[in-house]
């Protein structure tokens, strides 16, 4: 019997060693990693939260279905997209996304409160699904103002290499009074891509334009004549923002009734399926882009 508690007392101060030995070196590991190396952790993780994107899911996207999916056939809030003027360009340059105000064409129907619930609910489910570094809502937006500026600073910026600075170049040509190496400098500066934005610095503008509204009836969504429908439609302008370019348009519209298993007691309404489409749609141009 004392054999056996010995040998059982052996075993439980081998373990004991072994557990501290184990704690011991890992202190030891962090104790040897210098303080350099953790201030390059600390910022590299501030980076990544101030980047606000994340784009590597997007190589196994989907586009979603706005009328048969489990989501709209469960909690209604369908939505249709037609598009008007194709898209061009890469969107994976764009890493801004500016979100104008809706535009009411439908008169008094739709309020200012409204409008911004609109906007607020793009916004927030943009910054959710982290497509780009900055989501920013606007006030307005004029293409012309900035195809204007566009053309103003192409036109003062130099196109063309002149003889003068062809020979300031030279390797062996004799420093140049103060005004020619201003010039010179200048055209290194501007070049030929004078007046265009880095593609990083790229930033897409959506100007919204409500063209039909109904906010719906729950009680009247209850009553099996299908009345009380929530409906929404907008027109997507996609401009380019330091150009004025139209990228693209589109007509999204978004609609929720009683048809769905829910019924009235959807919390989706036609807002939902709107917001649902717009985000589909730029997502799949960035994923295809970024493919």
Do not use: C, W
């Given at each position: 019997m004392q054999v056996s508690n010995i040998k059982m007392t052996k075993r439980i101060k081998q373990v004991l060693f072994l557990l501290i030995a184990i704690a011991f070196s890992a202190r030891a590991a962090s104790a040897r990693q210098s303080p350099s190396d953790q201030l390059k952790q600390g910022a590299l993780g501030s980076v990544a939260v101030a980047r606000g994107e994340n784009r590597e899911s997007l190589k196994r996207y989907k586009g979603e279905n706005g009328i048969l999916s489990a989501k709209t056939v469960i909690f209604g809030g369908e939505f249709r997209v037609t598009t008007v003027i194709p898209f061009k360009g890469n969107f994976a340059e764009?890493?801004?996304?500016?979100?104008?105000?809706?535009?009411?064409?439908?008169?008094?129907?739709?309020?200012?409160?409204?409008?911004?619930?609109?906007?607020?609910?793009?916004?927030?489910?943009?910054?959710?699904?982290?497509?780009?570094?900055?989501?920013?809502?606007?006030?307005?937006?004029?293409?012309?103002?900035?195809?204007?500026?566009?053309?103003?600073?192409?036109?003062?910026?130099?196109?063309?290499?002149?003889?003068?600075?062809?020979?300031?170049?030279?390797?062996?040509?004799?420093?140049?009074?103060?005004?020619?190496?201003?010039?010179?400098?200048?055209?290194?500066?501007?070049?030929?891509?004078?007046?265009?934005?880095?593609?990083?610095?790229?930033?897409?503008?959506?100007?919204?334009e409500v063209i039909d509204y109904a906010k719906g009836s729950r009680w009247k969504q209850a009553l099996p004549l299908d009345l009380g429908k929530s409906i929404l439609t907008v027109r997507m302008r996609y401009y380019q923002k330091s150009t004025g370019e139209e990228v693209g348009r589109q007509i999204i519209s978004g609609q929720s009734d009683g048809s769905s298993l829910l019924g009235p007691l959807s919390p989706r309404d036609g807002l939902s399926g709107v917001a649902d489409g717009f985000i589909d749609q730029v997502t799949r141009r960035v994923a295809a882009s970024e493919k």
């Open positions: 764009y890493h801004h996304l500016e979100i104008a105000k809706p535009i009411s064409l439908v008169g008094k129907g739709l309020t200012s409160d409204e409008a911004s619930r609109q906007v607020a609910k793009f916004k927030s489910q943009f910054e959710s699904r982290r497509l780009f570094e900055m989501v920013a809502v606007i006030d307005a937006y004029d293409p012309a103002t900035a195809s204007q500026l566009q053309q103003q600073s192409s036109a003062n910026a130099p196109s063309e290499k002149s003889d003068d600075v062809d020979r300031g170049e030279a390797l062996d040509a004799p420093i140049g009074s103060f005004d020619a190496l201003v010039a010179r400098d200048k055209h290194r500066t501007f070049g030929e891509d004078a007046g265009q934005q880095p593609a990083a610095d790229k930033t897409l503008v959506v100007v919204i």
